[in-house]
């Protein structure tokens, strides 16, 4: 990053530290860390003396603010000598540009002075044209015409005075559109006031039925969720609806003027007092509104719009790929990973503690084949023959009839105490087809990889999923609409500060984990891995000193990261970082003990006083956290393990009854509500107004992916494939809509790996998709719980 200049405002961090509300020498602290290469992880974790305790979500905020600004200070440097260069830069529009906040309003100061193309006021100018608009506006008691007369030049282009007049009335009307401070209250009057119209392209009905909702549809910018805007543009960019934004309610006389084009006149003393030129101006005005300043704020609140449902869409997914990250691991446990499929067979896959691939197959126990008994054997013989404790079965299609032969395995065989567990199949096939897995699984068919990764998700859902693109894992909405740039940055910092929090065993961990630790590139992590293949699993940190390229920055970066069990030192094993090692050899003195006998030994530990060893490089809250952590070496963030248990006899969405209350697994988020899957390969959908009997403003404030929760179901549409559930047990089913009892769901615990809402089983991570209801019982249901807005406003 550059270094930090300063805005119209004051300095960059003071800026920051006025938003964050903290003091600007923490932001500075932040900034200089940042600047010289440490990571967000890293000060979070290593660095609290330096920040003051700036944890880590606001030095997320801190580091996006910081880019932000930055970026603005570049772009007002590169205004400022645009304008110098014209020759136009004078001490009151230097200070206007250096006073702007944002970029919206530096452009729109700007907008005078960019170059552009040859213009119709450019060509009236070049004229000779500009004195008579400046005299029109200036005195309106001259009449138009007689005016415009002698401005008449054929070698100029002005035929007779009525082209005079459209060229002074190109002059006006691009002045009227160029005004910053005009344009900024239009635009924020347009925010406040505006709405989103939507309507249905003719003879798109049918073809676009999903998007039913938004067939005459309007809402209020400043009270459309991300969710439906998204489902707006997307309805427009499929062809199927047309989409106004209107500024203001519209006037029961079409032709009257808008109060916008009152406000444009007044600004330039522009009123209807009877003057021969009053008319012209007025009509001036309404051309510039019409054909400019309304074009310019349409694609402003556009963006507006957009730019805001996306970071709403971002937010949600990073939330629930955070969760899904850090859900419960079974840990180091053989597991059999079943890869359901009716045609192709169940594909099997069997890993042992260490995820290490020992045995695979391929079951052919569902039509055509029906080799059922076969599949029991095969099963069986694997499970024994590897002490096989866990079965792990893909979501996808065929998983509940493959769920139903897990669970006669487990009947037929209790002596092997197996457990089932359903697991989300997203990305999988991504995961499968990709280059790590041909490197990590050469010589297996890529149908197979499949279930090996199926298999270790369960093991550590966040060590597996690292392998795979964040997108592709599938827990937001509408994601495929949402700004590459902007998910990934978000997606890749939620991975960052999750791989972190948790640590990684250094002589286990796959590259891919690896790159996501702290200060370790993917080139380092190839590095880390060759080392450890060469000369055997790493005894201590020091250790990684000697892997190619791994330099002092970086190993301050990692270290404390990485762990290192049954090494040299018992510290290396804790996310104490190697620096302050000292600092424990001080507490081991002070003890009278050895380093391994004081870590676990919660009464001697909390008999050392903190103060007694701060010093110059360590602050106590330094020490504090080295107390802790030795008091829980290592000690896994994650929740403990535990598993869903979906209701026999319940395995297709005609199975359900309205009324049945089920157990089941939250598997996303969205704004509007919560996705859960109940084992019927459709998830049903909590919406947010059925979560609680008091206001939900996020979903997330009740439930998280990976939750199991119990849910009743309200109502089922078959061939539409939509289920309405509420977390309120006692709401009735048979009206459909939620009702006013019930109350907050208490959270069972986590499942190990969530799927994408509304999948279906689907692989590749594709977005849940709105609800879209028709004429039935659920629909009703879901427009009155308020999923989606009556027609109009």
Known sequence: MTTAGNTGAGSIEGRIAEELGVRERQVKAAVELLDG???????????????????????????????????????????????????????????????????????????????????????????????????????????????????????????DPQAALDGARAILTERFSEDADLIGELRERMWVRGRLAAKVRPGKEEAGAKFADYFDFTEPFTELPSHRVLALLRGEKEEVLDLVLEPEEPSETPSAPSSYEGIVASRFGIADKGRPADKWLKDTVRWAWRTRILVHLGI??????????????????????????????????????????FRTGVKVAVVDATGKVVATDVIHPHVPANRWDEALAK?????????????????????????????????????????????????????????????????????????????????????????????????????????????????????EDCVNGVGVDVNTASAPLLARVSGITSGLAENIVTHRDTNGPFTSRAQLKKVARLGPKAYEQCAGFLRIRGGEDPLDSSS?????????????????????????????????????????????????????????PGRDPRPAFRTAVFRDGVEKISDLTPGMVLEGVVTNVAAFGAFVDVGVHQDG????????????????????????????????????????????????????????????????????????????????????RQAAPANSAMADALRRAGLVNPKGR
């Open 37 to 159: 290469g440490s990571t967000v992880p890293f000060i979070a974790r290593y660095r609290k003396e330096a920040t003051e305790m700036l944890d880590d979500a606001q030095l997320r905020t801190l580091e996006e603010r910081l880019r932000y600004l930055r970026e603005l200070e570049e772009r007002r440097t590169a205004v400022l000598e645009s304008v110098r260069e014209q020759g136009k830069l004078t001490g009151e529009l230097e200070a206007r540009i250096l006073g702007a906040e944002t970029k919206a309003r530096l452009e729109d100061i700007y907008l005078p002075y960019k170059p552009k193309r040859r213009t119709k006021a450019q060509i009236a100018r070049e004229a000779g044209l500009e004195p008579l608009a400046e005299g029109l506006l200036g005195d309106p008691s001259v009449d138009p015409l007689a005016a415009a007369t002698a401005f008449v030049d054929a070698d100029k282009g002005v035929a």
């Open 300 to 341: 402003d609140l556009r963006l507006r719009l957009r730019t805001t449902a996306e970071d709403e869409a971002v937010r949600v997914f990073a939330a629930n790929l955070r969760d899904l990250l850090l859900a419960a691991p079974a840990g180091t446990r053989a597991t059999l990973g079943l890869d359901p499929g």
């Open 379 to 495: 099963l069986a013989r694997l499970a024994k023959e590897h002490a096989v404790e866990l079965i792990a079965i893909g979501n996808g299609t065929a998983s509940r009839e493959t769920d139903k032969l897990a669970g006669e395995l487990i009947a037929k065989h209790p002596e092997l105490k197996l457990t089932k567990v359903m697991v989300s199949e997203a990305g999988a096939s991504v995961y499968s087809a990709s280059a790590f897995a041909s490197q990590e699984l050469p010589d297996m068919d890529v149908s197979l990889r499949g279930a090996v990764s199926i298999a270790r998700r369960l093991q550590d859902p966040l060590a597996e999923l690292v392998k795979i693109d964040p997108k592709s894992i599938g827990v937001g909405q509408y994601q495929h609409d949402l700004s590459e740039v902007k998910l990934s940055r978000s997606l890749d910092a939620v991975v």
């Open 576 to 632: 104490v970082h190697p620096e302050a090692y000292p600092v424990v050899r001080r507490m081991v003195k002070t003890a009278g003990s050895e380093v391994a006998a004081l870590i676990g030994n919660t009464g001697v530990l909390r008999s050392l006083r903190p103060q007694d060893f701060v010093d110059d490089t360590f602050g106590l809250p330094t020490v504090s956290d080295i107390l802790r952590e030795l008091e829980k």
């Open 685 to 768: 959908l909590v919406h947010v107004s059925a979560m609680s009997k008091t206001f939900v403003k996020d979903p997330r404030d009740v439930v998280k992916p990976g939750d199991i929760v119990k849910v009743k179901v309200l109502d089922v549409d078959i061939p539409r494939k939509r289920i309405s559930l509420t977390l309120r047990l006692d709401d009735e089913a048979a009206a459909g809509a939620p009702s006013a009892g019930g109350g907050r769901p208490q959270r069972a615990g986590r499942a190990p790996q969530p799927r994408q809402g509304g999948g279906g089983g689907k692989r590749g991570g594709a977005a849940p």
